[in-house]
Nanobody, 118 residues
Framework: QVQLVESGGGLVQAGGSLRLSCAASRSIFNFSAMAWYRQAPGKQREWVAIVINGGTTNYAASVKGRFTITRDNAKNTVNLQMSNLEPEDTAVYYC????????????WGQGTQVTVSS
């Protein structure tokens, strides 16, 4: 088990920046991947960014070039730096920890609200 706590959400104007953080209650070293997802009102939760154990990152097309995900195994944190924000980025952002392999499992945080005004 692991508890994930997101922070850093808030209200920002279009074109602004925010930095989301996800703090884990234990070491994240052994998680196969850490990711961020988001869910806008009336929409399904969608994947935003992922960092795989080893450092490989990947991004949804809608955020590529604007968002950066980083993983600090020593501090048990995962961050999402968001720049050039757009109103379409408004959503609740969720931290996600993934175990792959024989017993796959996902862990989720409670989410943090990001609102981008036009």
């Amino acid at each position: 088990q692991v508890q994930l706590v997101e922070s850093g959400g808030g209200l920002v104007q279009a074109g602004g920046s925010l930095r989301l953080s996800c703090a884990a209650s234990r070491s994240i070293f052994n998680f196969s991947a850490m990711a961020w997802y988001r869910q806008a009102p009336g929409k399904q939760r969608e994947w935003v960014a992922i960092v795989i154990n080893g450092g490989t990152t990947n991004y949804a097309a809608s955020v590529k070039g604007r968002f950066t995900i980083t993983r600090d195994n020593a501090k048990n944190t995962v961050n999402l730096q968001m720049s050039n924000l757009e109103p379409e980025d408004t959503a609740v952002y969720y931290c996600n920890a993934q175990n792959w392999g024989r017993n796959p499992h996902n862990y989720w945080g409670q989410g943090t609200q990001v609102t981008v005004s036009s």
